[in-house]
């Protein structure tokens, strides 16, 4: 699905991806010492009204990040941080309506 119909990995819109990716990488460095992966999943667990956030994952070794998240969180300003990046890197966001089924017509029986 990737190369073929998911519009985030195709140009222009993946290299603004990876280039926000980058930028936020180095602002989790930067003020907490930690990676993109942890910033993304502590500002997903900042969240009002979230309580968990599922890690997949395939193999053991990619669960050891999960220790990285806990102990620290965000504040008003890392998330105003992180909406400057996003918006600043990303002039068209993609969004899950790709993913939507087409639009059927609906058949009227007279």
């Known amino acids: 699905m990737r190369k073929t119909s ?3 990995f195709q140009q222009p ?6 280039n926000a990716a980058s930028k936020l990488d180095a602002y989790a460095r930067e003020h907490f010492g930690k990676r993109v992966i942890h910033l993304a999943v502590r500002w997903l667990l900042d969240q009002p009204g979230v309580g968990i956030a599922l890690w997949g ?3 053991p070794e990619q669960l050891a990040a999960i220790k990285e998240v806990a102990g620290w969180s965000l504040t008003k300003e890392d998330f105003t941080a992180v909406d400057a990046i996003l918006r ?3 002039r068209d966001p993609v969004g899950p309506e790709f993913m939507a089924p087409p639009d ?7």
């Open 57 to 59: 994952a395939r193999r």
């Open 13 to 18: 819109h993946f290299a603004e991806y990876l």
């Open 104 to 110: 059927r017509q609906t058949r009227r029986v007279a």
């Open 6 to 8: 998911d519009p985030k």
């Open 88 to 90: 600043d890197s990303i």
